[in-house]
């Protein structure tokens, strides 16, 4: 009796210690097209989500707004639509929470994939209702899909969007104040024809921001740049391998101490049939301290070096202010 005692005893320990390290997920969506996009840790431990739904069969996307708790339990969920504008393709392409609770939107709304396309920023106070929007008329196709609250609690975006009458595109950026009024906002473009795309931004300690994204004309190359508070250009470089024969492409980027910058990627080379983890580090005005490659048989390919110290193509951005017809509610979708 006293070894059953022990091996009821052992078989509960045992259950007890796994049941401790059982995780959880919770799927979300309906039957149809439904992408998250960005999301965010809450101050609560919880997690806000956004990105867009399509249910099957629908003409219409919406943009969408989830809040999970620690346990990935829904919250409440919101969705964004301006229909009754006209538009019928939304969504969200970043979201944040606010250093003073409630949450910052960005994303963009048009009537066709590939039309013409208004970029929205969206504040929701804490419990997802709707506090104050700004919209901004691109006139050409666009999307918004970098975000962060800046150290005067403005608020920056960053997307991309067709270059007027070229087959390439550029990169935009907008500051906002905190109560959402445009600042200043611009253009960025290299060449005619080149595709370039901003993949992350950064806010450095001297307050201005750092863009990393790509271009490309040919061959992929990084490009990253940096502007200060007021948007002004201060430098931008573009990195590549040394041979110029495989594809950079950088993915995000860090600010580290002394406003160095930490970016990581990818290169593509036929010499190892893929493609390889890249990591660099810069200095504050964009040289090239070092830069490593991991994860794939890297004979014959050397560290990237600059290749370029480019004056981007500047252009005064200021096409906003018209309001669309706000459409936040209450969304039962899943």
């Known amino acids: 009796m006293k070894n059953l005692t022990v091996l009821f005893s052992f078989i509960v ?72 504008s006209g538009f019928n393709e939304n969504s969200f392409g970043g979201v944040i929470q606010t250093k003073t609770e409630g949450y910052i939107l960005t994303g963009s709304s048009s009537v066709s994939v590939g039309s013409a396309s ?17 919209y901004m008329n691109m006139g050409v196709a666009a999307n918004s899909n970098s975000l962060l609250q800046t150290a005067d609690k403005g608020f920056l975006i960053a997307g991309n969007m067709q ?15 905190k109560s959402g009024n445009l600042a200043w906002g611009k253009t960025i473009g290299t060449a005619l024809n080149a595709n370039d795309s901003v993949e992350s931004v950064i806010e450095t300690t001297d307050s201005g921001f750092v863009l990393t994204g790509n271009t490309q004309q040919g061959l992929t190359k990084i490009q990253v740049l940096k502007l200060d508070k007021d948007g002004n250009f201060l430098w931008m470089n573009t990195y590549e ?27 593509f080379s036929n010499d190892f049939n893929g493609n390889a983890f890249l990591s660099m ?54």
């Open 13 to 84: 320990c045992s259950a007890n210690l796994f049941a401790q390290k059982k995780t959880f997920h919770t799927v979300l969506g309906g039957t149809g097209d439904d992408i998250s996009t960005s999301a965010d840790r809450t101050e609560d431990n919880g997690y806000v989500m956004a990105g867009s739904i399509k249910p099957l069969g629908a003409t219409a996307t919406q943009a969408m707004v989830v809040k999970l708790n620690e346990k990935l339990e829904i919250e409440w969920q919101k969705t964004y639509d301006a229909q009754n």
């Open 118 to 134: 208004y970029i929205s920023i969206i504040k929701l106070n804490k419990d997802g209702s709707f506090k104050w929007s700004n």
């Open 163 to 177: 270059s007027g009458g070229t087959s390439g595109s550029d990169i935009f950026i907008a500051k906002f104040d």
């Open 241 to 267: 391998d040394p041979l110029a024969v495989n594809n950079a492409r950088a993915h995000c980027s860090v600010a580290t101490k002394a406003n160095k910058i930490f970016v990581t990627g990818s290169i």
């Open 281 to 334: 580090k810069l200095n504050q005005d964009g040289s090239l301290i070092n830069s490593k490659l991991s994860g794939k048989n890297k004979q014959s390919i050397e560290p990237l070096k600059v290749v370029q110290d480019g004056l981007a193509i500047w252009l005064l951005w200021a096409k906003h202010g018209q309001q669309l017809n706000t459409k936040i509610h209450n969304a039962p979708i899943f």
